[in-house]
């Protein structure tokens, strides 16, 4: 017989059956509540003293603790109970680079072609002081041996041949291979002192007959860790291939890392948030072997508070969000994804500016407190994300929380480290089964217990989702899931996923009494239609990194999403394409400034979450947040019933054009694509969803091959390029118009003089990366541009990016939402995009005018913004004739915002 589990003096108590027996009357003295009064939607806190012979805390199973909580009008509800350590903290008693082991320079391969021959040389590595002054760290003249040493690269060898000041560099001859790997040098220090320091400068110069890739340097601290990762992307004069390079660092000190020490026993703890006021009735429970046992009921007492509750979908307008109280929510901000270092530093910064909203991730290398073992959880990352909701909670900040992120179930990531991973003794031979295997899932659904019980209580915890990019975290035939809903066997893993989210949200909604707002997420650009139409997801989201101009991307996924479902939808990560600005490029931060108004004003939830947080702090962009913030600040937005607004401009000629180029990437892997037409606008966008294939495969291959046809009518001559990349076996790339063969490219793959060629030893074939464009003249009018791989053998061409380039009159855009009475508009140059930021700012248009239709009868004031300071530029009040208003534009240099008020 399992021993009897009783409630002895309101202690929780595991005794033998005699001793059970004779137990006395519990008392309810073991159960404290440590917020006996709190204020409606703020949290209560009990702990509770539970002792048994259970073998794991975290395991329901074994022990079950909760509270059945009795409202003031008589409603209840049960809360579950969590395993506890509290931990105070420690101050560092060191200064930020005081103890600096290692400084590293290093490249990574997937930002870098495969096969690419380069060698690098370093020389003349210095520190700089607050002048600027430098003072000689190495000028590799000193030592018979190098100091660096290399990781993933060659041996670091001297080179008397490439010399940038005395007799010798350090050379470090790298092989850039399919391998997820960062070829590094590496100079150790021990434990040095650089606090007199202000930066770094080092000379190097990459030797390379192709196009090169990105560098990168950080340095380590034995108490802080690693620095920020900077960057310098090649070209606009910042790295160039075959030259010496000054590369120069500034540091910016990072926030202190916090220190955590135990501090007590474990115990029993379980938070509740009261949304009604008045008297609580609380018993809390244990259950173990069968057995189960309550404590004496306790009381608390709730009282009023100007707290909004939880964030829900509006009924007035299902495309926006409430509170409970009924104020709009309307987020904008930027991710802070992770460290909780961060989050303190940050949050407040956000606050200030007018940023209410987040994302953050429980990562492996981070908060992800299942990692180690499965089904024991780490109670310091624990501690830390307690922290990070009360940070939230302090600064106003709401928060969407990934319970995984894809690294984790990547092969070329972490997935060898997975505790799931059957390789580590998990139920999951691979990825796919973690959504998918009942064992896997018994385990995923206590550690969501354990979220919903430990973090569930907080209304600023806004919504939750199982992972950062869904399709990243799973397998699509013999490759990662990227964009699986348009590949071949995409409907398969739709459809497990599909099954797997319909399971989670209704967890979740046994776990979570307050009906948190639940969504999920894909990689870029990319959108499964299967999942939004479930009802457990609740909210759509994409992530774009649109590499030339995101207000294009994040208005056209606002317009069809907003378009098609009713529900919120927001744009949860965007930003300077997929690996960030470099050093010095875009510093005014066109590409945020440009997202968040374009979003916010294309009926976007919210706006656009730039992921570069940390781009954000060093460059002290929060500046483009109050403006907007200010423009939007009277919206009641669920109840304006917003529709795109019915704007036509007019732009007299100015004289000058410019060069547009717009590029549309390709999706998928080998026969994944379905349809081949492909209609383009004016504008160089593309008139459909779908996406052109990314490979291009010959007459000879088994799979479904598809031909892209673009449909285009520029008014102007243009050109039409196919951005090709890898190339396998020889291929045959021919491009045609209207019909007629406009060019043929032979792409050999061995032997090609400039081109690095690689054998495949697994599928016995030579690879060529040709990285180059061909391009063809495109007469003004309407014509029919198809591509084709058309080499009769079953080779594939790797189609980076279908490049449409024309000279334009320079003109504006307008993006806008009309309401029942308010107006909001964004007119933007074209010409201001974050790709051009080192060129001389755009010439102000002059004398355009809009007019603007779809309006009910009634006077209304016309307010003009700077949207880069918040100002007012002028007012006026018009009255609508017919529905309709024609505007007098202020000059136009960047961008104007317009809000029209009735």
């Known amino acids: 017989m399992s021993p009897a589990l009783v409630c002895a003096l309101g202690a929780f108590v595991v005794l033998p059956p005699a001793a059970a027996e004779a137990a006395a009357a519990p008392t309810g003295r073991g159960v404290k509540i440590l917020t006996p009064q709190v204020q409606r939607y703020a949290c209560c806190e009990l702990s509770a003293e539970v002792a048994g012979d259970w073998q794991n805390p975290f395991d329901p199973d074994q022990i079950d603790v909760s509270a059945a909580f009795t409202a003031p009008s008589?409603?209840?509800?049960?809360?579950?109970?969590?395993?506890?350590?509290?931990?105070?903290?420690?101050?560092?008693?060191?200064?930020?680079?005081?103890?600096?082991?290692?400084?590293?320079?290093?490249?990574?391969?997937?930002?870098?072609?495969?096969?690419?021959?380069?060698?690098?040389?370093?020389?003349?590595?210095?520190?700089?002081?607050?002048?600027?002054?430098?003072?000689?760290l190495d000028d590799m003249e000193q030592d018979a041996a190098?100091?660096?040493?290399?990781?993933?690269?060659?041996?670091?060898?001297?080179?008397?041949?490439?010399?940038?000041?005395?007799?010798?560099s350090l050379r470090c001859a790298p092989t850039i291979d399919a391998e997820e790997s960062w070829p590094s040098a590496i100079r150790q220090f021990g434990e040095a002192d650089w606090t007199r320091y202000r930066g770094v400068a080092l000379w190097v110069y990459p030797r390379c007959r192709t196009p090169i890739g990105p560098v990168h340097l950080y340095s380590h601290d034995a108490a802080y860790g690693n620095s920020e990762i900077i960057g310098w992307q090649p070209g606009a004069g910042v790295l160039e291939a075959n030259r010496w390079n000054r590369l120069e660092w500034r540091w910016r000190d990072p926030p202190p890392p916090i220190k955590l020490e135990p501090k007590g026993k474990p115990k029993w703890r379980v938070r509740f948030t009261p949304v009604e006021t008045g008297r609580y009735r609380v018993v809390v429970s244990a259950r173990q072997a069968g057995q189960s046992v309550a404590a004496e009921p306790q009381e608390f007492e709730v009282t009023p508070s100007d707290l909004p509750g939880f964030i829900r979908v509006s009924k007035d307008d299902p495309h926006y969000f409430v509170f409970d109280n009924g104020t709009p929510f309307f987020p904008l901000g930027h991710d802070v994804p992770w460290g909780l270092a961060d989050v303190r530093a940050y949050f407040p910064k956000m606050k200030a500016h007018g940023e209410n909203a987040t994302y953050f991730i429980l990562c492996p290398w981070d908060l992800s407190f299942e990692w180690k073992e499965l089904g024991v959880y780490d109670l310091e990352r624990a501690a830390r994300l307690d922290r990070v909701f009360e940070a939230a909670r302090q600064n106003g900040i709401y928060v969407k929380l990934s319970f995984d992120i894809h690294d984790a179930l990547r092969p070329s990531r972490l997935w060898n480290e997975n505790p799931y991973n059957a390789a580590r003794g998990g139920p999951c031979a691979g990825p796919n089964d973690y959504w998918t295997d009942p064992a896997a899932w018994e385990h995923y659904r206590k550690r969501v217990r354990y979220i919903a019980a430990r973090w569930g209580y907080s209304p600023n915890l806004m919504g939750w989702e199982p992972v950062a990019e869904l399709d990243g975290a799973t397998q699509c035939g013999e490759g990662e899931g990227w964009g699986y809903p348009k590949r071949a066997g995409g409907e398969a893993v739709s459809a497990l996923l599909a099954q797997f989210l319909r399971k989670l949200g209704q967890e979740l909604k046994t776990l979570d009494p307050y009906g948190r707002l639940f969504t999920t997420s894909y990689g870029g650009d990319t959108s499964d239609d299967n999942h939004w139409k479930l009802p457990e997801v609740q909210y759509l989201q994409i992530h774009c990194y649109d590499p030339a101009d995101p207000a294009e991307t994040l208005s056209r996924w606002a317009k069809d999403l907003t378009s098609r479902y009713q529900k919120p939808m927001m744009i949860t990560e965007f930003g300077w394409g997929v690996h960030g600005p470099g050093v010095g490029v875009d510093p005014e931060g066109i590409a945020l400034h440009n997202g968040i108004w374009a979003s916010v004003t294309s009926g976007s939830a919210g706006g656009a979450l730039n992921w570069w947080w940390q781009v954000i702090d060093a460059r002290n962009l929060y500046r483009h947040f109050p403006p907007l913030r200010a423009f939007i600040a009277a919206i009641d937005w669920p109840h304006e019933g917003f529709q795109p607004a019915q704007v036509e401009l007019r732009v007299p000629d100015q004289g000058r054009t410019t060069e547009v180029a717009t590029v549309i990437t390709g999706l998928g892997g080998f026969g994944d694509v379905d349809g081949n037409t492909y209609p383009v606008h004016a504008d160089g966008t593309l008139g459909v969803v779908a996406k052109p294939p990314a490979f291009l495969l010959a007459k000879g291959r088994t799979e479904k091959r598809t031909a892209p046809k673009f449909l285009v009518e520029f008014p102007r001559p243009s050109t039409f390029a196919v951005d090709v990349g890898k190339v396998c076996p020889d291929a045959r790339l021919e491009i045609r118009l209207d019909g007629k063969v406009a060019r043929t490219v032979e792409l050999p793959v061995e032997n090609v003089r400039g081109k690095p060629s690689t054998y495949d030893d697994k599928h016995k074939l030579w690879v060529c990366q040709y990285d180059e464009p061909f391009d063809i003249d495109v007469p003004a009018g309407r014509h029919v541009i198809e591509v084709e791989n058309a080499h009769p053998n079953f080779s594939w061409i790797n189609a980076r990016g279908y490049n449409f380039a024309r000279q334009e009159p320079v003109t504006l855009r307008a993006l806008g939402l009309t309401g029942r009475r308010t107006t909001i508009l964004w007119i933007q140059n074209r010409d201001s995009l974050w790709t051009n930021w080192n060129k001389p700012t755009p010439t102000a248009i002059t004398g355009a005018q809009l007019t603007l239709r779809g309006l009910t009868a009634g006077p209304r004031r016309v307010e003009w913004w700077d949207t880069w300071t918040g100002k007012l530029l002028r007012t006026a009040e018009v009255e609508p004739r017919d529905g309709a208003v024609t505007l007098d534009l202020p000059p136009v240099v960047r961008d104007v915002a317009c809000r029209i008020l009735q």
């Open 146 to 168: 190098p100091k660096w040493g290399g990781a993933a690269a060659a041996p670091l060898t001297w080179s008397e041949e490439v010399v940038h000041g005395g007799k010798r």
């Open 74 to 136: 008589g409603g209840r509800l049960t809360v579950p109970g969590f395993w506890y350590q509290s931990y105070a903290e420690t101050a560092l008693d060191t200064k930020p680079r005081e103890r600096i082991e290692f400084l590293k320079f290093f490249l990574t391969e997937k930002e870098w072609p495969e096969g690419t021959p380069v060698e690098f040389f370093l020389d003349d590595v210095a520190f700089l002081d607050e002048q600027g002054r430098e003072a000689p």
